[in-house]
């Protein structure tokens, strides 16, 4: 079980500090962790994070205190899984925070970023494809969680014990991080703030997939409820692409662009913005087809940077076993999609695009993940999973959690997540029907706002 596993301090490798502009202390820390927390004799991975501060020039140089440094701790989880994280000026609460005094931390969570990246080639140095395979089954939120308060143990083993706990803030898939932590790790966290992460408590895909699709189909009606021309258009742009058989079209990376893939670019539905992107790409796919009679290198790239899984194995391979527990995926959004007659491609209707779903053919269509074909099947046949959560821990929760919740989140349920609030003592919540999925970027001074309010204000 994953309560039993103990985490020891991780070995910290190397700590470089830089002054970047913008009065900002960056500290690029690598670390040492085991592969496997339950067997650490089997060998180590190497976990990158960046940690960010004021730089501050004090008037009385004489008056510094060491004690003075020794700033609370804010983690941040990002989404994924298997996206790396941004350099800290990039981010638009970082500034946020730390006015809150807190010191940050941004981690490439393993497998991605500087964190012994999983990629077709670094995967292959493992072995055959039974060694990748149960090489993979150590990247998920449950050996994250591990990492961090290892990290945690290191960054603060100078610290009195009262500083010693740390803050964390998840968004999406770091806010199902964010639920493991709570349930096997409280003792780690001072308090818990998360954005559109309050995952579906199921130990299994298939229900959330169900619910997913038709949010889905909503935010389709609302593209073409504002876009209607771009139901010929996107009926044209599949029809050409299915014209000289499925697949004859390369992108730059030599992927396949097939009519499957180009539904994909649905995905960006559920982000602040996202209708009007994919109208963009629609609109640009569409004239090259009526000027040229194929799609420029411009329209090729622009498809290509929203499908890009090839530069996130992690998400396509292990995305499905992030709602597992003893049970198989066995590609369920796969599955689940025969439900919904309103994806198929000969659709008398309009054409609608899917969502955040993966599935087992994006194996032929995109060149890297062609690579790892034989792996992913392999994980996706895979039932033994353990638990990422402990509904009786979250029941009895002590850890102050303060969540934000859209309600027109395609991505995380919002009636899952509701259900999920209910079963964390404690937890309150910001709820929504003006923010999308990625509103810690797009709305982040407005969103942060409210859940500080949460925590430091009182219910009137």
């Known amino acids: ?118 990629t077709p080639s670094t995967l292959g140095l493992r072995g055959d494809e039974d060694v990748q395979a149960r090489y993979l089954k150590h990247f998920r939120a449950d050996s994250i969680v591990r990492d961090c308060e290892a990290i945690r143990q290191s960054l603060t083993a100078e610290y009195p014990p009262e500083k010693q706990k740390w803050s964390i803030m998840g968004q999406s898939f770091g806010g199902f991080c964010s639920i493991t932590y709570l349930s096997f790790h409280p003792q780690g966290l001072r308090e818990a703030f998360i954005y559109g992460g309050l995952q579906p408590l199921v130990k299994q895909p298939d229900p959330v997939y169900k619910a997913l699709y038709k949010r889905v189909i909503r935010r389709n009606q609302d593209y073409y409820d504002k876009y209607p021309e771009d139901v010929d258009r996107v009926k044209n742009i599949v029809s050409f692409l299915t014209r000289f058989g499925d697949g004859t079209i390369k992108l730059p990376s030599s992927g396949n662009l097939t009519a499957r893939r180009f539904q994909q670019i649905g995905i960006m539905f559920g982000m602040h913005g996202g209708i009007d992107a994919v109208h963009e790409v629609v609109l640009r796919a569409a004239y090259d087809i009526e000027a040229f009679g194929l799609l420029t290198r411009g329209t090729l790239t622009a498809i290509e940077s929203i499908t890009s899984f090839d530069e996130a194995p992690i998400y396509a391979i292990l995305h499905e076993q992030i709602y597992c527990e003893g049970q198989a995926p066995n590609w369920s959004a796969e599955r689940m999609r025969d439900e919904f007659p309103e994806f198929e491609l000969k659709s008398e209707g309009p054409i609608y695009f899917t969502g955040e779903m993966v599935f087992s053919w994006m194996f032929d269509d995109y060149s890297e993940l062609r690579k790892m074909q034989d792996v992913a099947e392999r994980v996706a046949a895979d039932s033994d999973w353990p638990a990422l959560f402990d509904e009786d821990q979250l029941r009895k929760n002590e850890v102050p959690v303060y969540a934000a919740v859209y309600q027109e989140d395609m991505y995380v349920d919002y009636d899952y997540s509701m259900e999920t609030a209910e079963k964390i003592k404690g937890c309150k919540k910001f709820i929504t029907n003006v923010m999308y999925h990625n509103a810690i970027r797009s709305k982040a001074d407005e969103v942060v706002r409210q859940l500080f309010d949460l925590r430091d204000d009182v219910i009137d």
């Open 1 to 118: 079980m994953a309560t039993s596993i103990k985490v020891a301090a991780a070995k910290i490798v190397e700590q470089r500090t830089h002054q970047i502009p913008g009065k900002l202390r960056v500290t690029e820390h690598f670390f040492d962790v085991p592969k496997d927390y339950s067997k650490p004799e089997t060998g180590t991975i190497r976990i990158f994070a960046r940690s960010v501060r004021k730089h501050e020039s004090p008037a009385d140089i004489g008056d510094h205190d060491d004690k003075k440094s020794q700033l609370p701790w804010m983690v941040f989880l990002n989404g994924g899984p298997g996206g790396a994280c941004r350099h800290p000026s990039a981010y638009p609460f970082t500034y946020t925070i730390l006015d809150k005094g807190y010191q940050m931390l941004y981690l490439d969570q393993r497998g991605t970023g500087l964190s012994t990246p999983i």
